[in-house]
Structure formats: structure tokens, C-alpha cells
């Protein structure tokens, strides 16, 4: 009988080891995924499917905001996936889109227009070492974790295509210019890299009175993506800048409000006692 039982607990915890491991694996591949769409990107503007190559960028960014919360979702953080997810983040909206623009436009400035392709993808990777560098420092306000720092990864690949968005949407002679594509470009890459806030979905929070019209417009949003998704993806990046100083008076707003941290206790000084001193006792007889 003893038997039996240590042979169940052993059939339990095998397959409580094969779940973590599984919990662990699916949000890792999701990552990959990722990886390889960024790469796909890649490879389409080098063939000169511009489109596809857009659409690559944007699979990615959405790959990349399920496979964190698929990794809280099923208890399968790690380290490793942290490393990996950095990485994806990197090729796939640092490296990928630079690369896409400048084979769409900023090959005609030559070397300035690889200059420039370089400085948004260093941008990137300082924007993602600041990122991870951040998650390891303590005492962090309440409130912190409502923004992020500067423009994250995804979004500023968003932001950096716009212009071959806008090319898709209205046609050519409007936004296919190099000294456009160079300038999105190092704008995007001045604000990956700053300090301003930017709202961050991760606390979000949705009033059940709420419920039903943010399903609505979730909906309309498919809808016209369905329909129109350069123009869609167009208004959404407009959408988003709009949105920066709010998030900064926003910061401000809670940054007043947060109490200031107490002072540390001073120990009260204590006065040396003086040492004994043995005095003979006077004696009052005569």
C-alpha cells in the first residue's frame, strides 16, 4: 500500500514538472515567433514587398504583448524568457525597421541615411538596457508602474513606419521621402530614449460599468482595421502621441500627490554617564 501511494506521488509530480514546463514553453514560443516575424520583415523589404514587410512588424508587436501576459497568465516567467524576449524585442523593432526604411527611402542618401538607420536601432537598445535595468531597482513610486519610460520598443516601430503606412494609404508623391523617413526616424529615436512617460496597459483597469462600450469599441476597431488598416494603423500612431502629455501631466499630477517618504528615525543622543568615583564618607564628628 506504501508502495502505491509513493508511486502516485511520483506520477504527480512528474506531471506537475511536464506542466511547469509546458507553462514555461508556450509563452517562449510566442516569443520566437516574434523573432522570426521580425525577420520576415527583413527579408520582405530586401525583395521589396513593402506591405508585407509592415505587416510583419506589426504581427511581431502583437506577439510581443501576449507572450509576457501568456508567461504571468500561466506562472512560466523566467529569466531565460526575459533574455530572449529582449532580444526579439531588439531585432524585431530595432533592427527591422531601420532596416525596412532605409531600404525604402534612405538608401538614396547614401551613408547619411545609414547613419541615421543606425542611430534609431542604438536608440532601441538603449531604450530595452534602461528597461531592464529598471525592473531591478527597488522602491519604486505606486505609481510607476502605470508608465513607461520613453516610447517602448513596439510602439516606436510603430511609430517609425508610419510613413510607409501613410505611402500605402494615400499613394506615392506624398510621404515617400527620404528626409521624412529620416526624420520620423530620429524623432522616434529621440523619444525611445527619453524620459518622458508614456502610458503603460500593463494596470489597466476597466470599470464594469465600462465593460460594455470598451467591447464596442474594441469591435469598431477590428472593424475598420478589416477595412482600412493603413489608415486605421495611421490614426491609431496619431492617437498615441496625443496621448504623451497626458501621460506626463498625468505623471506630474501623481507624482504631487505622492507622500513624501519619512524621514529615518534619529537615535536620541545619549549623555555618557560619568564613571563612579568612590569619595570617602565625611565625618562629621569633631
Given at each position: 500500500?506504501?508502495?502505491?501511494?509513493?508511486?502516485?506521488?511520483?506520477?504527480?509530480?512528474?506531471?506537475?514538472?511536464?506542466?511547469?514546463?509546458?507553462?514555461?514553453?508556450?509563452?517562449?514560443?510566442?516569443?520566437?515567433?516574434?523573432?522570426?516575424?521580425?525577420?520576415?520583415?527583413?527579408?520582405?523589404?530586401?525583395?521589396?514587398?513593402?506591405?508585407?514587410?509592415v505587416a510583419a512588424i506589426v504581427v511581431a508587436a502583437v506577439l510581443d504583448?501576449?507572450?509576457?501576459?501568456?508567461?504571468?497568465?500561466?506562472?512560466?516567467?523566467?529569466?531565460?524568457?526575459?533574455?530572449?524576449?529582449?532580444?526579439?524585442?531588439?531585432?524585431?523593432?530595432?533592427?527591422?525597421?531601420?532596416?525596412?526604411?532605409?531600404?525604402?527611402?534612405?538608401?538614396?542618401?547614401?551613408?547619411?541615411?545609414?547613419?541615421?538607420?543606425?542611430?534609431?536601432?542604438?536608440?532601441?537598445?538603449?531604450?530595452?538596457?534602461?528597461?531592464?535595468?529598471?525592473?531591478?531597482?527597488?522602491?519604486?513610486?505606486?505609481?510607476?508602474?502605470?508608465?513607461?519610460?520613453?516610447?517602448?520598443?513596439?510602439?516606436?516601430?510603430?511609430?517609425?513606419?508610419?510613413?510607409?503606412?501613410?505611402?500605402?494609404?494615400?499613394?506615392?508623391?506624398?510621404?515617400?521621402?527620404?528626409?521624412?523617413?529620416?526624420?520620423?526616424?530620429?524623432?522616434?529615436?529621440?523619444?525611445?530614449?527619453?524620459?518622458?512617460?508614456?502610458?503603460?496597459?500593463?494596470?489597466?483597469?476597466?470599470?464594469?460599468?465600462?465593460?460594455?462600450?470598451?467591447?464596442?469599441?474594441?469591435?469598431?476597431?477590428?472593424?475598420?482595421?478589416?477595412?482600412?488598416?493603413?489608415?486605421?494603423?495611421?490614426?491609431?500612431?496619431?492617437?498615441?502621441?496625443?496621448?504623451?502629455?497626458?501621460?506626463?501631466?498625468?505623471?506630474?499630477?501623481?507624482?504631487?500627490?505622492?507622500?513624501?517618504?519619512?524621514?529615518?528615525?534619529?537615535?536620541?543622543?545619549?549623555?555618557?554617564?560619568?564613571?563612579?568615583?568612590?569619595?570617602?564618607?565625611?565625618?562629621?564628628?569633631?
Amino acid at each position: 500500500m506504501f508502495g502505491r501511494n509513493r508511486e502516485k506521488r511520483a506520477r504527480l509530480r512528474a506531471q506537475r514538472v511536464g506542466g511547469g514546463n509546458m507553462n514555461r514553453l508556450i509563452p517562449n514560443a510566442i516569443t520566437v515567433g516574434a523573432l522570426c516575424a521580425g525577420l520576415s520583415g527583413i527579408r520582405f523589404a530586401i525583395d521589396g514587398r513593402f506591405e508585407m514587410a509592415v505587416a510583419a512588424i506589426v504581427v511581431a508587436a502583437v506577439l510581443d504583448g501576449l507572450d509576457g501576459r501568456m508567461a504571468r497568465l500561466l506562472n512560466g516567467t523566467s529569466k531565460f524568457g526575459a533574455e530572449l524576449d529582449s532580444l526579439s524585442d531588439f531585432l524585431s523593432f530595432g533592427v527591422a525597421p531601420a532596416l525596412i526604411v532605409y531600404l525604402w527611402v534612405l538608401s538614396a542618401w547614401g551613408g547619411l541615411g545609414w547613419i541615421v538607420a543606425l542611430a534609431y536601432a542604438v536608440c532601441c537598445a538603449l531604450r530595452l538596457a534602461r528597461f531592464n535595468t529598471m525592473l531591478s531597482e527597488p522602491n519604486q513610486p505606486s505609481w510607476s508602474g502605470h508608465f513607461f519610460t520613453g516610447v517602448p520598443a513596439p510602439a516606436g516601430a510603430g511609430l517609425a513606419l508610419m510613413p510607409l503606412m501613410a505611402h500605402f494609404e494615400f499613394g506615392a508623391g506624398i510621404a515617400d521621402r527620404a528626409w521624412l523617413g529620416a526624420l520620423v526616424l530620429a524623432l522616434v529615436a529621440f523619444l525611445m530614449v527619453s524620459r518622458l512617460p508614456t502610458f503603460s496597459g500593463k494596470k489597466l483597469h476597466v470599470p464594469r460599468g465600462w465593460l460594455v462600450p470598451a467591447l464596442v469599441g474594441v469591435g469598431l476597431f477590428f472593424a475598420a482595421l478589416a477595412s482600412s488598416p493603413w489608415a486605421t494603423l495611421l490614426a491609431a500612431g496619431l492617437c498615441y502621441l496625443a496621448l504623451i502629455p497626458l501621460a506626463y501631466l498625468r505623471q506630474q499630477k501623481l507624482r504631487l500627490a505622492e507622500p513624501a517618504p519619512a524621514a529615518p528615525a534619529r537615535n536620541p543622543v545619549q549623555t555618557p554617564k560619568p564613571a563612579l568615583s568612590i569619595v570617602p564618607e565625611r565625618s562629621d564628628s569633631a
